[in-house]
């Protein structure tokens, strides 16, 4: 069996572990085992990736295995990664670790929690070693379904209004995406759905027009495109912890992963022709996402806007068509993807003490629980990109490489979105300033505590990797930048 | 004509073997070997099951009147499965008091019924389609009606019986118009003759309405959700799935076999049909309370889909609509038997409502009915995903895209609809839930299956392989 398909394997044997578990001790002991070997196991990826490149191996995608599946219909089961998918898998890994110690409390029917947990972290890994337009389909799906169960059952607010808003605007979204595939599937001439296969076959142009817009919507409502980003703040306020992020973190960027990797990798002319609509969309996504987050007042909102803002400016670099935007995008996914895991895990323990996520009502946070605090802010500065922090290596990759792109049209649309960054730091600076700092105004506050052992690991996992890439960007965006290259070039060529 | 030929319809011959079995079984048996009813009617299709497994090679009876051929075999074997789980099901309801002396009548009716079907797939010729059909349609009426002290349920046969009736009618003229001016009812003779004549078409339509009543397509489905309704539960699980299934595959093969022609009306006709089946039937489900007319609306939609299949007329598509019904048929049973067990044991709860909380009380249940639901909402991995999926690329790659397209935007509002049951099930609270019970081992047993089925059909593809070895022999 080739190594990848561990990636699938494991959630299914937790699946079944979870299955198995009698009580809640085993429950969090296969929660902990397996989550800790997936880690290991993107580690060990990231280790033999690297290993490979460095002795030379050029090819696209390594790993690579395929398996006939549905022959008449020429569906494989096909996997590889290249060096985007690998840090992806990074941040799944890290993000799946990090969710399950953020609900170690869990009591409400904890079994089916994590079977559902697991079920969402199998479609998650699964969609990210893929390379066969189905099973990449399939794995997207299989993401999809156990939101609306975990959001719906364990969430909190008006939970179920939420649950079904977002499954059904992603199943919108997913009936587009398939649309999109099998167009592709047939465009291509109908005998394959490998996308290195299709990536040499040439789709009639006219097709390209019809079914580019068409798969670029359906993964652009993951990846919150305005404006079909509405399910994203209701659904992330909604969510419980672990959840929250795992679906900000991960599942968002699904959404830009399949952007570049299937709608433009594989309809290179129509991408070209058609790319200023959705730049003027993702555009929108960035500014409005960001100024929305300033007026919001409950904790999670902010994030989920935020969230909107940062995961517009992942589809918005991968228009922009440069190598350097393209790489941005890629960290800008990862940096992303472990803040807003880190807020959200941090908002969820706020939440568990104070039972308030209302701006207005928190104050003087720091005096209470000094180190939850601390990682607020730490997230907080994160987000507004303060060099040091993975936001800066990102975002500054993401606007050099934009205004790399000297069309005019392309100039203006990077300078409206880099006023995002100004509006970050306002609500982040006003938030941070509000809750942390100031005098503590609830006297029943006082009597609260700060993070036990399992809040802890979790967090202090995310900032490390935080941090990390932060302070060593170089060893990520170089083997990111050697994937994207393939991309960049076949939408250069035409 | 040699009658020795007639050794040659091995399903049929072994499935009358069985009914007059039966019949004497009920007679001769008296109360000690009745007790045993049950277990010998299951083992006995299970032994037909596994009597007719191996597909035969093509058979045909006495100058292509009856005509048989791997795939149709395997049809025939689906139908008896599906059969024996409705008659699993229906264990718990047969043993109460007022239907426990008429146990036998459902048993050799419901076998009927299967063998009227078998006729009406292997069928070379209109008129023993149409006795097959025939066969098929008016012992079900007898079904509807067996809860008899029940109005809802006389009701619903009569609704049945009359509806049925006039579709027959329907379609028989439209057979008379076809031996009128082609001077033959033999599929092989009629395949050199018709012609796109209007005369010809107008028999296509009147033949093809009266396929739509019996697969309740909209604009015929009107009777459905009444007969549904107020037919004993395991009966609106036979009536939605087996006797769908085969009707759905005869269209497909009658169309290959006879309408070949025609084929560009009879597709500019289903597209309407389709279309109008999913949405409508979409729409009106999200309104229900009872759950069995939910299911009455959903399965009108299902059959919306199956047609997707039939209107490509490849044999991708053939292998896709046998692959459907399949799966469909493991999905919706799955439901039917939680739908028939929980009405038994909670006296006749069938309301939407009344499933509210019912995750806490019957947790076990509820999960089956809840992977049941995401399968014929097309969620993976369960089957329906990929069984939805391969209809879609059938019609996709016949170049329906825009059908397609409508088809897959009214996943969204199924799902919307099918998940409606599952926040029932999980999330509404309830003060007077329904109570926990054990199920019988016949529903055990039958769930089991079923729940095998949904995990299993879409991730083995094997299944869809041999079907699809099998279909380019029709």
Redesign the interface.
């Known amino acids: 069996m080739n190594f990848l398909s561990i990636f699938v394997l494991i959630p299914s044997l937790m699946l079944l572990g979870l299955w198995a578990a009698r009580n809640i001790k085993q429950i969090r002991a296969v929660m902990v085992t397996g989550a800790s070997l997936l880690m290991v196991m993107a580690v060990m990826l990231a280790y033999l990736y690297v290993r490979a490149r460095s002795a030379g191996d050029t090819s696209q995608m390594l790993f690579t295995s395929s398996m006939e599946?549905?022959?008449?219909?020429n569906i494989c089961y096909a996997v590889g990664v290249d060096g985007i998918s690998v840090v992806m898998l990074l941040l799944s890994a890290v993000i799946v670790f990090t969710g399950v110690f953020a609900s170690w409390k869990m009591k409400l029917q904890t079994k089916e929690f994590f079977l559902w947990f697991s079920l969402l972290s199998m479609g998650v890994f699964g969609f990210f070693i893929s390379i066969d337009l189905?099973t990449m389909f399939?794995?997207y799906?299989?993401a999809l379904?156990p939101m609306?169960?975990l959001i719906?059952?364990w969430g909190t607010g008006r939970?179920?209004y939420s649950a079904?808003k977002l499954?059904?605007m992603l199943?919108?979204a997913s009936?587009?995406l398939?649309?999109g595939i099998?167009?592709i599937f047939?465009g291509a001439g109908?005998t394959t759905m490998n996308i290195l296969e299709i990536a040499k076959l040439h789709i009639p142009i006219e097709l390209q027009r019809i079914f580019f817009p068409i798969t670029f919507l359906g993964f652009g409502v993951l990846g919150a495109l305005f404006p079909f980003h509405t399910w994203s703040p209701d659904g992330h306020a909604s969510a419980p912890t672990a959840v929250s992020m795992l679906h900000a973190g991960v599942l968002m960027k699904l959404g830009g992963y399949g952007c570049f990797r299937v709608a433009m990798y594989l309809m290179p002319e129509a991408a070209t022709e058609l790319s200023w609509i959705f730049l003027i969309l993702t555009g929108i996504s960035v500014v409005y996402g960001a100024f929305s987050a300033c007026v919001q007042t409950d904790l999670k909102y902010i994030n989920a806007y935020s969230s909107v803002s940062h995961c517009g400016l992942v589809l918005f670099a991968i228009l922009m068509m440069t190598h350097t935007a393209s790489t941005g995008a890629v960290l800008q996914m990862l940096s992303h993807g472990l803040i807003t895991a880190l807020f959200f895990a941090l908002i969820g323990m706020i939440y568990g003490r104070t039972h308030t996520r209302d701006v207005r009502e928190l104050r003087g946070l720091m005096k209470i629980m000094p180190f939850l605090s601390v990682g607020y802010v730490i997230a907080g500065f994160a987000n507004l990109g303060l060099p040091g922090f993975s936001g800066f290596i990102a975002e500054m990759t993401i606007f050099v490489g934009s205004f790399e792109n000297t069309d005019t049209f392309h100039r203006v649309w990077t300078i409206i979105a880099t006023t995002s960054i100004v509006i970050t730091a306002v609500y982040i600076l006003r938030l941070v300033g509000r809750i942390i700092y100031g005098e503590v105004e609830n006297k029943e506050y006082l009597s609260l505590t700060d993070a036990t052992w399992d809040e802890r690991l979790s967090v202090i996992v995310l900032v490390a990797a935080v941090a990390g890439l932060g302070c060593f960007p170089l060893w990520f965006s170089s083997i990111i930048g050697e994937s994207t290259l393939p991309v960049i070039t076949q939408l250069m060529s035409h | 004509m040699n009658y020795s030929q007639i050794l040659l319809m091995r399903p049929e011959l072994s499935l009358i073997a069985l009914i007059v079995f039966y019949l004497l079984y009920d007679l001769i048996a008296g109360e000690k070997g009745r007790k045993y009813f049950h277990l010998v009617v299951s083992l006995g299709l299970v032994a037909h099951i596994a009597y007719n497994l191996c597909p035969t090679g093509a058979v045909s009876i006495s100058e292509g009147m009856y005509l048989s051929s791997p795939i149709i075999g395997i049809v025939k074997t689906i139908l008896t499965f599906g059969t024996l789980i409705v008659v699993m099901q229906s264990d718990l309801w047969l043993k109460r008091e007022d239907t426990v002396i008429r146990r036998g009548e459902f048993y050799v009716i419901t076998l009927f019924t299967l063998l009227g079907m078998f006729y009406m797939v292997s069928s070379g010729h209109f008129l023993l389609f149409f006795i097959g059909l025939e066969m098929a349609s008016v012992p079900m009426s007898c079904l509807v009606a067996f809860n008899k002290y029940n109005h809802e349920s006389v009701e619903a046969a009569a609704k049945y019986v009359l509806s049925a009736l006039f579709s027959s009618g329907l379609m028989m003229f439209g057979i008379s118009f076809i031996y009128g001016l082609n001077g033959s009812l033999y599929f092989n003779d009629l395949l050199q003759t018709i012609t796109a004549s209007p005369a010809q078409i107008m028999a296509l339509v009147f033949f093809t309405a009266g396929l739509g009543f019996k697969l309740s397509l909209v604009p015929f489905h009107l009777w459905t959700a009444d007969v549904y309704e107020g037919a004993p539960t395991n009966v609106t699980g036979y009536l939605s799935v087996v006797s769908k299934g085969a009707v759905a595959f005869v269209t497909l093969t009658i169309l290959l076999k006879v309408f070949v022609p025609l084929l560009g009306e009879w597709q500019q006709m289903m597209w309407w049909m389709i279309v109008a089946s999913i949405t409508i039937a979409n729409l009106f489900a999200i309104r229900q309370k009872n759950i069995k007319r939910f299911f009455a609306f959903s399965s009108i939609s299902q059959a919306g889909y199956i047609m997707l299949a039939a209107i490509c007329a490849t044999p991708v598509a053939m292998t896709s609509l046998v692959y459907y019904v399949i799966v469909y048929m493991v999905a919706n049973l799955a439901v039917f038997g939680i739908i028939s067990v929980v009405e038994q044991r909670s006296n006749g709860k069938v309301g939407i409502s009344d499933y509210d909380g019912f995750y806490q009380t019957n947790p076990k249940l509820a999960f089956v009915m809840t992977i049941a639901l995401f399968s014929l909402a097309g969620i993976p991995p369960f089957a329906g995903f990929f069984s939805k999926i391969f209809v879609f690329w059938a019609a996709f790659k016949a170049g329906f895209w825009v059908l397609v397209f409508i088809a897959l935007l009214n996943t969204i509002l199924s799902l919307y609809y099918y998940l409606l049951i599952v926040k029932a099930m999980y999330i509404t609270p309830n003060d007077n839930p329904i109570t926990h019970f054990k199920s019988d081992g016949y529903t055990r047993v039958s769930l089991v299956l079923c729940l095998i089925g949904v995990l299993v059909l879409g991730i083995v593809s094997s299944v869809f392989g041999i079907l699809n070895a099998y279909s380019f022999g029709l």
């Open positions: 599946w549905y022959k008449p219909l189905f399939m794995f799906e299989i379904i609306y169960l719906g059952i939970k179920e079904m499954t059904l199943m919108g009936a587009f398939l649309m099998l167009g047939f109908g």
